[in-house]
C-alpha cells in the first residue's frame, strides 16, 4: 500500500473525471451548505454525497491556505493524496475489525485473525478500490462495523434493544449513503430473523430492525427522494435502462459453452468480452481492465505491456486455491438452512451467507437492466468487493474445519495460501505510470 501510494494518482481510476467533477461541485458549497449535483455537472450524480465529504474538506482547507487563481487545478494534488490516505486507513481499519470478528467466531483459535487477513489481502481487487476515490472503500468500512455489531450481539446472546437499533441504524444510513451496492446488503438484515430460534427472538428482532431501518431512512433517504424529484427515479443512473429480461444479454454473458483458454494465458480485455464470470475472476485475481497492475491503453509504453499477459494467467492458476476454499465454504453453508439446532454461530454465517446471495442476485440484475455490450464495462471485481469480503469468513471457517480435523492439511493450505500471496504480489502493486 505504501508504494502504491506513492505512484498511484487516483484520476487513473474508474470514472475517475466524472468523480473529480463531483467533488468540484461539492466543495464548491462547503461549509456553508451541502449541494449535490445533477447529471447535468457530473456523470456520477447518482451516487450518494458520503464518499466525497472527505475529498471535498481536502479542498475547502486548500483554498483557504494556498494562494491561487485556479483554486480547482491546484488543490487537486493535495485532495488526491490525502483522500487516498484516508481510504488506505479505512481499509487497515475494516482489517482490524475483521480479526476481531474471527476473535469472536473462533476465542480458541491462535491464527483465526491471520488467516482472515490472509483471506482478504490475497484479493487483488482491495489495492486497485482502495486507491480509487468512490464509494466501495465506504461500504467495506461500514460492513465491517455492522459485521461485527451483529456477530458480537449474537455470539453473546444479547438481546436488541432501542440503543442498538439507533446505532446499526446510523451505520445502515451510512451505508446507504456511500454507495448504491450496499443496498444489496439491505434484505440480509431482515431474513435472517427467520433462522432464530424462539417466536420472541423473532418478534424482538423485527422490531429492532424495523427501527433500524427508518433511523436509516431518516438518515439517508434525502439523497434518493432528492434523484426521484431531479431525476424521475431513485435509482437514476447515467446509463438508460431496459425492462429486466434475461434475453437483454448474449447466452455467453452467463456461460460460454467455448473452452477459453485465456483465462490462465492472458486474461485481459478484450478476450473476455461481456462474459460474467471470466471477467469477474480475472478482476478479483488480477487486473482485467488494465486500470492498476499495467497500462491498457497503449503498448508503446509502462512497464510489462508484453509479458502481464502470461503472468495474469499464472495468477488466475495460482487463485484456483483460494477460490475453491471461498467456494467450498459458500456451499457447505447450505446445509445450515435445513439445519434444527443452529448455534449461535451458525447464525451469523448465514447473515453472511445471505448477504452473498442477495449482492449477487442485485449485481446480475444491475447488468441485466443495464447491459454494456458488446465489451461488458460495467462487470468489475470493484463493483462487488463487498460479497468477495463476505465469503472470505466463510473460507476461515472452511479452514477451522480442517484444524480440527487434520492439523497436517490445516498448514499445507495456510502455506499454500501463503505461496498463493507470494506469487500474485507483483499485481497487487501498481504499474500504472
Given at each position: 500500500?505504501?508504494?502504491?501510494?506513492?505512484?498511484?494518482d487516483?484520476?487513473?481510476?474508474y470514472d475517475?473525471?466524472?468523480?473529480?467533477?463531483?467533488?468540484?461541485?461539492?466543495s464548491?458549497?462547503?461549509?456553508?451548505?451541502?449541494?449535490?449535483?445533477t447529471?447535468?455537472?457530473?456523470?456520477?450524480?447518482?451516487?450518494?454525497?458520503?464518499?466525497?465529504?472527505?475529498?471535498?474538506?481536502?479542498?475547502?482547507?486548500?483554498r483557504?491556505?494556498?494562494?491561487?487563481?485556479?483554486?480547482?487545478?491546484?488543490?487537486?494534488?493535495?485532495?488526491?493524496?490525502?483522500?487516498?490516505?484516508?481510504?488506505i486507513?479505512?481499509?487497515?481499519?475494516?482489517?482490524?475489525?475483521?480479526?476481531?470478528?474471527?476473535?469472536?467466531?473462533?476465542?480458541?483459535?491462535?491464527?483465526?485473525?491471520?488467516?482472515?487477513?490472509?483471506?482478504?489481502?490475497?484479493?487483488?481487487?482491495?489495492?486497485?478500490?482502495?486507491?480509487?476515490?468512490?464509494?466501495?472503500?465506504?461500504?467495506?468500512?461500514?460492513q465491517?462495523?455492522?459485521?461485527?455489531?451483529?456477530?458480537?450481539?449474537?455470539?453473546?446472546?444479547?438481546?436488541?434493544?432501542?440503543k442498538?437499533?439507533?446505532?446499526?441504524?446510523i451505520?445502515?444510513?451510512?451505508?446507504?449513503?456511500?454507495?448504491?451496492?450496499?443496498?444489496?446488503?439491505?434484505?440480509?438484515?431482515?431474513?435472517?430473523?427467520?433462522?432464530?430460534?424462539?417466536?420472541?427472538?423473532?418478534?424482538?428482532?423485527?422490531?429492532?430492525?424495523?427501527?433500524?431501518?427508518?433511523?436509516?431512512?431518516?438518515l439517508c433517504?434525502?439523497?434518493?427522494?432528492?434523484?426521484?424529484?431531479?431525476?424521475?427515479?431513485?435509482?437514476?443512473?447515467?446509463?438508460p435502462?431496459k425492462?429486466?429480461d434475461?434475453?437483454?444479454?448474449?447466452?455467453?454473458?452467463?456461460f460460454?459453452?467455448?473452452?477459453?483458454?485465456?483465462?490462465?494465458?492472458?486474461?485481459?480485455?478484450?478476450?473476455?468480452?461481456n462474459?460474467?464470470?471470466?471477467?469477474?475472476?480475472?478482476?478479483?485475481?488480477?487486473?482485467?481492465?488494465?486500470?492498476?497492475?499495467?497500462?491498457?491503453?497503449?503498448?508503446?509504453?509502462?512497464?510489462?505491456?508484453?509479458?502481464?499477459?502470461?503472468?495474469?494467467?499464472?495468477?488466475?492458476?495460482?487463485?484456483?486455491?483460494?477460490?475453491?476454499?471461498?467456494?467450498?465454504?459458500f456451499?457447505?453453508?447450505?446445509?445450515?438452512f435445513?439445519?434444527?439446532?443452529?448455534?449461535?454461530?451458525?447464525?451469523?454465517?448465514?447473515?453472511?451467507?445471505?448477504?452473498?446471495?442477495?449482492?449477487?442476485?442485485?449485481y446480475?440484475?444491475?447488468?441485466?437492466?443495464?447491459?454494456?455490450?458488446?465489451?461488458?464495462?460495467?462487470?468489475?471485481?470493484t463493483?462487488?468487493?463487498q460479497?468477495?469480503?463476505?465469503?472470505?469468513?466463510?473460507?476461515?471457517?472452511?479452514?477451522?474445519?480442517?484444524?480440527?480435523?487434520?492439523?497436517?492439511?490445516?498448514?499445507?493450505?495456510?502455506?499454500?495460501?501463503?505461496?498463493?500471496?507470494?506469487?500474485?504480489?507483483?499485481?497487487?502493486?501498481t504499474?500504472?505510470?
Amino acid at each position: 500500500m505504501v508504494i502504491n501510494f506513492q505512484i498511484y494518482d487516483p484520476i487513473y481510476g474508474y470514472d475517475a473525471e466524472a468523480h473529480y467533477n463531483y467533488i468540484d461541485f461539492f466543495s464548491m458549497y462547503l461549509p456553508d451548505t451541502i449541494k449535490v449535483p445533477t447529471s447535468e455537472d457530473t456523470r456520477e450524480f447518482f451516487s450518494p454525497p458520503m464518499p466525497y465529504l472527505f475529498p471535498s474538506s481536502v479542498i475547502v482547507v486548500c483554498r483557504n491556505i494556498i494562494e491561487s487563481t485556479n483554486f480547482v487545478e491546484d488543490c487537486r494534488p493535495y485532495m488526491s493524496k490525502i483522500s487516498q490516505l484516508f481510504q488506505i486507513v479505512l481499509f487497515f481499519l475494516s482489517l482490524f475489525v475483521y480479526t476481531k470478528i474471527a476473535k469472536l467466531l473462533y476465542p480458541k483459535s491462535r491464527e483465526a485473525s491471520f488467516i482472515i487477513l490472509l483471506l482478504i489481502l490475497v484479493q487483488t481487487v482491495n489495492y486497485r478500490t482502495f486507491l480509487m476515490i468512490r464509494g466501495e472503500p465506504y461500504i467495506i468500512f461500514f460492513q465491517s462495523l455492522l459485521l461485527y455489531y451483529f456477530c458480537k450481539k449474537f455470539i453473546n446472546r444479547e438481546p436488541f434493544d432501542l440503543k442498538d437499533s439507533l446505532i446499526i441504524g446510523i451505520l445502515i444510513g451510512l451505508l446507504g449513503l456511500s454507495k448504491q451496492w450496499a443496498f444489496l446488503l439491505f434484505p440480509s438484515y431482515f431474513f435472517i430473523l427467520f433462522f432464530l430460534k424462539t417466536k420472541k427472538s423473532k418478534k424482538e428482532f423485527f422490531r429492532f430492525i424495523t427501527i433500524a431501518f427508518l433511523i436509516a431512512f431518516i438518515l439517508c433517504g434525502w439523497f434518493y427522494i432528492n434523484l426521484l424529484f431531479n431525476e424521475g427515479s431513485p435509482i437514476a443512473f447515467n446509463h438508460p435502462s431496459k425492462s429486466f429480461d434475461l434475453r437483454n444479454q448474449p447466452l455467453d454473458f452467463y456461460f460460454s459453452f467455448e473452452a477459453n483458454l485465456k483465462l490462465f494465458t492472458n486474461p485481459i480485455r478484450p478476450n473476455f468480452d461481456n462474459q460474467l464470470l471470466p471477467i469477474i475472476y480475472s478482476d478479483l485475481w488480477g487486473d482485467y481492465w488494465g486500470y492498476f497492475t499495467f497500462v491498457l491503453s497503449g503498448w508503446d509504453f509502462g512497464r510489462n505491456q508484453e509479458t502481464i499477459g502470461s503472468y495474469l494467467g499464472r495468477i488466475n492458476l495460482f487463485s484456483l486455491l483460494p477460490t475453491y476454499i471461498y467456494l467450498f465454504g459458500f456451499f457447505l453453508t447450505f446445509k445450515l438452512f435445513n439445519k434444527q439446532n443452529r448455534n449461535q454461530r451458525d447464525i451469523f454465517k448465514l447473515l453472511i451467507q445471505l448477504g452473498i446471495i442477495f449482492t449477487f442476485i442485485g449485481y446480475l440484475w444491475f447488468t441485466i437492466r443495464y447491459p454494456a455490450k458488446p465489451s461488458g464495462d460495467s462487470i468489475k471485481a470493484t463493483y462487488m468487493i463487498q460479497l468477495f469480503h463476505l465469503i472470505a469468513f466463510l473460507g476461515l471457517d472452511v479452514l477451522e474445519s480442517f484444524k480440527n480435523k487434520s492439523y497436517k492439511k490445516y498448514v499445507l493450505l495456510v502455506s499454500s495460501l501463503i505461496i498463493v500471496y507470494m506469487h500474485n504480489l507483483p499485481a497487487m502493486i501498481t504499474h500504472y505510470l
